[in-house]
């Protein structure tokens, strides 16, 4: 694969990149390391893709050993971005993107191992796939999902 | 609205990557992984093992004593083991991440690289002090005292200064290597063990 078309896979999947690194960057330094390291690996890496997969299963998995093997700063930056009052036509939809927004928020409360394993499972892989991915069995996978949800229900509550 | 529609809703909106796509090119760069790091601690104390196993050579010719050319001779050897040892220390450790592995043994294989990579230079270690120790001490005495060797080791008070200078310095040295380890590397340890340890809870 030349850089042309692997920058062009990369683009096609820069929204998987900025919500996983986003999840687990602590400042904009961090994540600037994160995302040159996370280019330099699957750059390097690429020869183990194989095309009859997805690039972003493949992607996915990059970006989750580099991430997780790569030394970060233990601690939780919130969010403080302040809503403008918005227009009643596009209310609905700032509130659907609040929601959105308190959600990853408090999957970024999460233990590190938990936000891999819910962002896999809400990015719709099936548990056999998560286990696959992290290196566990299904039944544990499922176990686990299940302890995350209630986490984030009651996350979500304050 | 249930939390799979919400987290497909959230699209981060992110110019670094942009950024990053406009100023680099992805050929060219360089990796800040923890075993890039390890590669490069080995590459340069290589090269510096490398220069001073030559500065060792050059000095078992010039000082024309035989019981010091003894022992930087037993040193010399010791430092092409170290040098064999760290080429292949340095081979061994695989900086790319391999998409082939699931995390767990991703992070486990980050785990047992930097393990070894601290056990073998403690071991060198434990070996190299003791006979640098010795060597600079003789080397230091003959040259600072300008007694010649057989006179400069002929005195009890010498023996017993070489004797506890390596009692000392041995396990100073050895301490001093795992504490700097520890320094660089130890968060990053139990960042691993911790991140292991969830997964197979």
Redesign the interface.
């Known amino acids: 694969m030349d850089?042309q078309r692997?920058?062009a896979y990369?683009?096609e999947n820069?929204?998987l990149?900025?919500?996983l690194i986003?999840l687990y960057a602590n400042d904009?330094e961090e994540?600037?390391?994160l995302?040159?390291?996370v280019?330099?690996?699957s750059?390097?890496?690429r020869q183990?893709?194989r095309n009859e997969a997805k690039f972003s299963t493949?992607l996915y998995?990059?970006c989750?050993?580099?991430i997780?093997?790569?030394?970060?700063k233990?601690k939780i930056v919130t969010y403080t971005d302040d809503v403008e009052p918005l227009a009643p036509a596009i209310q609905h939809q700032a509130l659907?993107?609040e929601?959105?927004?308190r959600?990853?928020q408090a999957i970024r409360r999460l233990?590190?191992?938990?936000r891999?394993i819910i962002?896999l499972h809400?990015?719709?892989y099936d548990n056999g796939e998560i286990g696959?991915?992290?290196?566990?069995s299904t039944g544990n996978v499922a176990v686990k999902i299940h302890r995350i949800?209630d986490q984030?229900t009651k996350l979500l509550k304050h | 609205?249930e939390?799979?529609e919400?987290?497909?809703?959230?699209?981060?909106?992110?110019d670094?990557?942009d950024d990053?796509?406009g100023k680099?090119?992805?050929?060219r760069?360089?990796?800040?992984?923890?075993l890039s790091k390890l590669r490069k601690n080995i590459l340069s104390s290589t090269i510096l093992s490398l220069v001073a196993t030559a500065y060792l050579f050059w000095a078992t010719f010039y000082f024309a004593i035989w019981q010091v050319q003894v022992m930087l001779a037993v040193v010399d050897v010791f430092c092409i083991w170290i040098l064999v040892i760290s080429v292949r220390l340095y081979k061994g450790i695989d900086p790319?991440?391999?998409?082939?592995?699931?995390?767990?043994?991703?992070?486990k294989n980050?785990r047992a690289a930097m393990q070894h990579y601290m056990d073998v230079q403690q071991k060198v270690s434990i070996f190299i002090y003791p006979l640098s120790i010795a060597a600079g001490f003789l080397i230091g005495g003959v040259v600072g005292s300008g007694k010649p060797i057989e006179a400069f080791i002929g005195e009890k008070v010498v023996i017993i200064s070489l004797v506890v200078a390596i009692v000392v310095l041995t396990p100073v040295n050895y301490f001093f290597a795992r504490w700097l380890f520890k320094l660089f590397f130890g968060?990053?340890l139990q960042?691993?063990d911790?991140?292991i340890k969830?997964?197979?809870e």
């Open positions: 850089e692997f920058m990369i683009r820069q929204g990149l900025n919500k986003g904009p994540k600037k390391d995302y040159q390291e280019l330099y690996q750059w390097h890496g183990s893709y493949w998995r990059v989750l050993n580099t997780l093997t790569h030394k970060r233990q659907a993107t929601d959105s927004k959600l990853y233990a590190e191992s938990d891999a962002s809400l990015d719709g696959t991915i992290v290196g566990i949800k984030l | 609205m939390i799979e919400q987290w497909r809703n959230f699209e981060p909106e992110d670094m990557l990053l796509f680099v090119k992805v050929s760069l360089q990796s800040h992984g923890v790319q991440i391999d998409p082939s592995l699931s995390l767990l043994e991703q992070l980050t968060k990053q960042q691993l911790k991140l969830e997964l197979e």
